[in-house]
């Protein structure tokens, strides 16, 4: 069994900032990338950002770029996503996900998704 805790999540304005932060723990050695996807009322879930067991390796969507950074502590099995500048468009459900296959190129899990997802945390922006 693998558990993947979101938490950070709520309602900023827009310009804010908030971070997110996710705690693997279970089943669940290394190594593995680490990733966040989003889903906005009536859209399909989304890829956001992920980042290689390293933490050498980032990849991003391209409408966050700039905006937002995924760093991750391994020692802790910790994964973060701070979020700048943000948007009304930010406005989602965000999940923690973790992925092993790509742990070494984290891009993969833009494509083919993960192995284990969190339950999600709300961000909502107020405009």
């Known amino acids: 069994q693998v558990q993947l805790v979101e938490s950070g999540g709520g309602v900023v304005q827009a310009g804010g900032s908030l971070r997110l932060s996710c705690a693997a723990s279970?089943?669940?050695?290394?190594?593995?990338?680490m990733g966040w996807f989003r889903q906005a009322p009536g859209k399909e879930r989304e890829f956001v950002a992920a980042?290689?067991?390293?933490?050498?390796?980032?990849y991003y969507l391209d409408s966050v770029k700039g905006r937002f950074t995924i760093s991750r502590d391994m020692a802790k099995n910790l994964g973060y996503l701070q979020m700048n500048n943000l948007t009304p468009e930010d406005t989602a459900v965000y999940y923690c996900?973790?992925?092993?296959?790509?742990?070494?190129?984290?891009?993969?899990?833009?494509?083919?998704?993960?192995?284990?997802w969190g339950q999600g945390t709300q961000v909502t922006v107020s405009s």
């Open positions: 980042i290689s067991w390293s933490g050498a390796i980032t």
């Open positions: 996900a973790a992925d092993k296959r790509s742990y070494f190129a984290p891009a993969t899990m833009s494509r083919d998704g993960p192995d284990y």
């Open positions: 279970g089943r669940l050695s290394g190594p593995y990338a």
